[in-house]
């Protein structure tokens, strides 16, 4: 028997589904993401481009004839395409050419994280340092050099596909996404391949750690005995291993390809707004690969990182050892460490390496934290899990 269901309810459950669906659910923000038809001239006849995009290209500098030659833009429908019926092809036969495809996204949240993406295929020759990058800018137009452009590393790769992927802080406003290629010397063929951009708003700033505004009036925590915040990894942010931990000396780090102020924040367990802060950043600046970064100030009362594990010096007698296992039957005082023991011999020059010992413990915690992932990584089924007896 059906039975007629009203349109309020089914509006309700549609918006709880979203809300605990994943931000990349948004979707791509591109039109015409593939480049597939029409394409039509940019101010020229052969500077053509897919519709939705626009093209880019700078004669500057040139201090030989062969430098920075307006490129070609066609269409290209044979080989050398990632998917669909066409890839936007850039050109420059026996010279070099610096030129972009581009395309600018409106209505983008401030703090909004914003992931550009793009297949690229280099037609060209070894030598010749052809590279290509994808850039996401806010408020830049057109302009990929217009200041308030976050880049990916270069691409380098040669007649072959490889996606390039890049994360950006918007300031609010327009977004726009380039692929920027250029070459040192010239070569015949001399040809950049672009497919399947994606421009997607992966999370928000303002959940990073150390973001959050105002602070708790009803008599909790106070700042000198509230726990510290615990940073947890957010959607859409490069994963960043610290490279210093020396508190005493003060912690630096140095920027490397794809690092965003959010990613080194969350790496380093750390606001943005501290990074910001010792550095006099703001959300709008750039950093540059190579650039060394201010995590934290020397310190001179933290306390020193232990480069070893204290081990014991003597060994327990065979009685002391009975005695334990007596009182201990069923092994709860086994060490918790799961990593091997450092254990000195009778001869001093001699280091045994024991075996690691695994307690039932830390068993059970392995499987509850296997079944709290599984839980968050899967909401719409019910899991469940027992100990085994």
Known sequence: MLRWIKPSVVLTVMMCLLSILPVQAQGNLLSNSEFEFNYSGRGRGD???????????????????????????????SYYKYGGAAAQSISRGGGTFTAAAYQEVGNIPAGAI??????????????????????????????????????SEWGTTLLEYRQLTVDHIATGGNVTIFIYAT??????????????????????????PGNNEGGDESGGDTA?????????????????????????????????????????????GVSMDQVMNL?????????QIGQVLVIATPDPNATPIPTSTPVPTEDATSEEQAEVVEADPDNQLAPATPQSEVVPSDDSSEVVI????????????????????LILRAPFFELTCGSES
């Not at 690229?120 to 308030?148: K, Q, Y």
């Not at 070459?183 to 990073?208: C, E, H, K, T």
């Open 114 to 151: 914003v992931r550009g993406s793009a297949f690229v295929f280099l037609e060209n020759a070894s030598g010749n340092n052809a590279r290509v990058r994808v850039g996401v800018g806010s408020n830049v137009g057109n302009n990929p050099f217009g200041g308030n452009v976050t880049w």
């Open 279 to 287: 550095n006099g950043l703001d959300r709008t600046s750039v950093i």
């Open 183 to 208: 070459q040192d010397r010239p070569n015949d063929p001399n040809a950049v391949y672009i497919d399947d951009a994606a421009l997607v708003i992966v999370g928000d700033s303002a959940d990073l």
């Open 47 to 77: 500077f053509n481009f897919a519709e939705n995009w626009g093209g880019w290209f700078t004669e500057e500098p040139r201090s030989e004839s062969w430098m920075n030659i307006p490129p070609n833009a066609f269409p290209h429908t």
């Open 354 to 373: 024991t075996d690691p010992v695994i307690t039932q413990e830390m068993v059970d915690n392995f499987r509850l934290t296997c079944s709290v992932s």
């Open 224 to 268: 000198e005995n509230a726990p510290a915040p615990q940073p947890q990894q957010p959607s859409g942010v490069a994963f960043v291993s610290p490279q210093d931990r020396d508190v005493a000396d003060g912690i630096n780090h140095t920027v490397s390809s794809g690092d965003t102020l959010a990613s080194i924040a969350v790496g380093y």
